[in-house]
Each structure stands twice: as C-alpha cells, then as structure tokens.
C-alpha cells in the first residue's frame, strides 16, 4: 500500500502531542477509533504518530484499531521525546533508538514500522550515530524507510550520505513557511516533503477572531506558546483576507489553507490533526481544489 496524500495524525491520541503535562488527555481512545474510522472510510491510509504521544497510548490504540478492524495503514512513528515523561530519558543515541523502536513495534502490534523518523535532531548525540542506528533497524528489517522531522538542509546533508533519507516532515503552512531552499533541496534529492501543522494549530480554520474570546478547549487555552506569535494585528488582518479568498471561492478557509499546500507539487502529503470526524472534510475537499502557481503566490502575499 503506498502512502496516501493525505496522512491522518495522531498526535491528540491520549494527550496533546508528546507533553507529559497532557498525558491521558486529547482524545479518548473510543474518540481516536471513530477519528481512524472515518480516514480509513475517506481513503486515508496512512496514519502519523510517535511513541511518546500521550505516553504510548497513541501507538497502543492504532494497534488495537489495527487488530479489531483488520486494517493495516501505513504508519509512521517517531522517536526522541521519554514514553513516560522523563526528561533523563530522551534523545537519539544508538542504545536509545534500538531500544525505542522495539516499545513502538510491541504497543502498535506490528514486526516492522513503515516509516521511521526522528521527532528532531539531538544536540547531545552526533548525527553519524543517529543516522547509523536508524539505518540498522532498516538493515535488521524493523523499519521499511527512515526520515526526519523538525531538521534543515545541513542536517540533512550530513545524514545523507550515512543512509538513505526518504522523508522529511516539517511545519509548513500558510502562516509557518519551512525554509525557502529546503522543498527544492527534497524534491531534487528524490525525499519526499510532508507538512505537518497545516492550519497552524487552527489559526488557518477561522476560530479565532480579532478581539473575540479564545474558543474553550482549543490550542491557545491548552498549549499556546507555539502560536502566542501569531495574536497580531496584521495575522488577523491576512485571516480576513485568506477568509474574503475562501468565499470567493465559495469554500471555507481551511479548504483553501489545505488546497494551498496540496497543489504544490513540493509537498507529497499533509499531515491533519483533526480532533473531530468531521475535521476532515476540509482536507478531503481540498483535493479537488486545484490552484495554480499564481493563485498560490497570491494567497501567500495575504501574510506579509
């Protein structure tokens, strides 16, 4: 099965993310079936997650729901941040990545994980070590491809020529641009890019508005340090034009956020963090919302 365009994330599955402040919260697991329910039942395969993302909870119910449905998605998971919370124990060192892969394997009930990355580079460990270990668990058949989140051009020009690189996943969004040259630097060196935080933690959506409460429950009430950034003047003022574009268009605005990152032919997948079924529908529609290199460049000028 090859990995579908767009990739449900897992990241909310009994937490939010890999923050043991938030173990045990996000989705329940009777939520995260119906969430992994309904991507499979719209065509989504592949499904993203990390072995610390609500403490293993999230690996441990994608292997239930894999188990109960008979289904197999490609997965990805990720490595570096403690499983159960503890700061001692994270990283990327050799002992620490043949030791992680083998807890991911055991909770999501497989012999070998799809996809492989790294959740962001380790200062402490030499990138020749790290990349060395992932390449064993390619060698030893535990992982079919390994990657990197969170990483630049120089990380990657230093990982290369140690084992094959397949995939890269970085924020990328509207209002969180990955760097200029590294899209190209993928695409030209045959690694596929994929975005994660596609609506910059639901900046992109239209929830929030300029001057009006933060809605219960949504990212800035929960974790808003990534995103404090954006409660600005002239990001609201992009908002209402990226919202005025979407209804030109008669669609909404995380259709066309979505859209935006699909027809670029640099981006091989988006990563969606819905928190609801019904979160999906933007990114579904999307996919028959072609726009052009034009219509691209001037929905980018909306945030200057």
């Known amino acids: 099965m ?9 990241g909310n599955f009994g937490g939010i993310g890999s923050a043991p402040a938030f173990f045990g919260q996000g989705e329940d697991e009777q939520q995260a079936f119906a969430l992994m329910d309904a991507a499979w039942d719209l065509g989504i395969t592949s499904f993203d997650t990390a072995d610390a993302y609500g403490g293993g909870r999230s690996e441990s119910w994608i292997g239930r729901w894999m188990t109960d ?18 700061p001692a124990d ?18 999501l009930g497989i012999e070998r994980a799809d996809t492989y990355l790294i959740h962001e580079p380790d200062p402490e460990t030499p990138i020749a070590e790290t990349v060395g270990a992932l390449r064993e668990l390619v060698e030893s058949g535990k992982v079919g491809e390994i990657g990197a989140s969170n990483v630049d051009r120089a990380w990657l020009e230093e990982a290369m020529p140690i084992a ?17 040259e590294l899209l190209p630097f993928c695409r030209d060196r045959g690694i596929r890019f994929t975005a994660f935080g596609p609506l910059s933690g639901g900046w992109l959506s239209g929830k929030y508005r300029r001057s009006e409460p933060l809605p219960p429950g949504s990212r800035m009430t929960l974790r808003p340090e990534p995103y404090a950034h954006l409660d600005d003047d002239a990001v609201y003022g992009g908002l209402e034009r990226l919202d005025d ?10 259709t ?14 988006v990563v969606l963090g819905p928190r609801r079924p019904d979160h999906l529908d933007p990114a579904i529609s999307a996919l028959d919302l072609a726009l052009t290199e034009t219509e691209r460049d001037e929905l980018a000028s909306l945030f200057p």
């Not at 008979?70 to 503890?86: A, I, L, M, N, Y």
């Not at 990283?91 to 394997?105: H, K």
């Not at 890269?168 to 209002?175: F, Y």
């Open 2 to 10: 090859r990995e579908s365009r767009l990739i449900l994330g897992c």
């Open 69 to 86: 449905r008979g289904r197999r998605p490609q997965v990805t998971t990720k490595v570096f941040h403690s499983v159960v919370g503890d």
């Open 90 to 107: 994270e990283g990327l060192s050799r002992e620490r990545i043949l030791r992680q892969i083998d807890g991911s394997l055991e909770r």
């Open 164 to 180: 094959p690189i397949a995939v890269v996943q970085n924020s990328h969004s509207l209002l969180d641009r990955a760097e200029g």
């Open 245 to 254: 574009a979407a209804r030109q268009r008669g669609v909404d605005m995380p």
């Open 256 to 269: 066309l956020a979505f859209a935006w990152l699909l027809s670029d032919p640099l981006v091989a997948g």
